[in-house]
T-cell receptor, first 115, second 112 residues
Framework: NAGVMQNPRHLVRRRGQEARLRCSPMKGHSHVYWYRQLPEEGLKFMVYLQKENIIDESGMPKERFSAEFPKEGPSILRIQQVVRGDSAAYFC?????????????FGDGTRLSIL | GESVGLHLPTLSVQEGDNSIINCAYSNSASDYFIWYKQESGKGPQFIIDIRSNMDKRQGQRVTVLLNKTVKHLSLQIAATQPGDSAVYFC???????????FGTGTRLQVTL
């Protein structure tokens, strides 16, 4: 399966800890997007990255959240000092290029639970 | 702010019947729309897309209709099967950005 791979699938953290979510895009895709989903809701855009560049982070909270997509390795969404409100499913999507009007393909998400 | 929304939160359909899932959008500048299917515990799965220079697009058992005059999008599923049971989201490409704006979803329940 050459789809978008996310890990871990489930992550449990206590308040104040750090959460790291990883995403490997589809083969040949150089654009990565992170979305967040609360139960019974649609996905909300967080950040759009290309290799080594953040293109659009308009959906990212100003504090505690950061994202990167290094030259080598997966994209990482990092949440510092987690709080209960961070509990959600976090989805990563990828697309082949910077051309608009191409479908984004999603992974199966990381479900983050904060105790 | 502008958003994409759905009229019906839950739709129950008998197996074999056709399903129609509706979506209203408010951003007249949107020019690309996608329908996704999301099963429990999984990520959104691409179904079909349509650009604003088209009114209709067909796939295997699915058809998307776009009415730009009233800013309405619909997904038609022919001969609905139990495996079609899921939550369906419409999403739009917002402005010049590449991010997608999702609606809140419609749950499709297929009864035997």
């Amino acid at each position: 399966n050459a789809g978008v791979m996310q890990n871990p699938r489930h992550l449990v953290r206590r308040r104040g800890q750090e959460a790291r979510l990883r995403c490997s895009p589809m083969k040949g895709h150089s654009h990565v997007y992170w979305y967040r989903q609360l139960p019974e809701e649609g996905l909300k855009f967080m950040v759009y990255l290309q290799k080594e560049n953040i293109i659009d982070e308009s959906g990212m909270p100003k504090e505690r959240f950061s994202a990167e997509f290094p030259k080598e390795g997966p994209s990482i969404l990092r949440i510092q000092q987690v709080v209960r409100g961070d509990s959600a499913a976090y989805f990563c999507a990828s697309s082949p290029g910077g051309v608009r009007n191409q479908p984004q393909h999603f992974g199966d998400g990381t479900r983050l639970s904060i105790l | 702010g502008e958003s994409v929304g759905l009229h019906l939160p839950t739709l129950s359909v008998q197996e074999g019947d056709n399903s129609i899932i509706n979506c209203a959008y408010s951003n007249s500048a949107s020019d690309y729309f996608i329908w996704y299917k999301q099963e429990s515990g999984k990520g959104p799965q691409f179904i079909i897309d349509i650009r604003s220079n088209m009114d209709k697009r067909q796939g295997q058992r699915v058809t998307v209709l776009l009415n730009k005059t009233v800013k309405h999008l619909s997904l038609q599923i022919a001969a609905t099967q139990p495996g079609d049971s899921a939550v369906y989201f419409c999403a739009e490409n917002t402005g010049t950005a590449s991010k997608l704006t999702f609606g809140t979803g419609t749950r499709l329940q297929v009864t035997l």
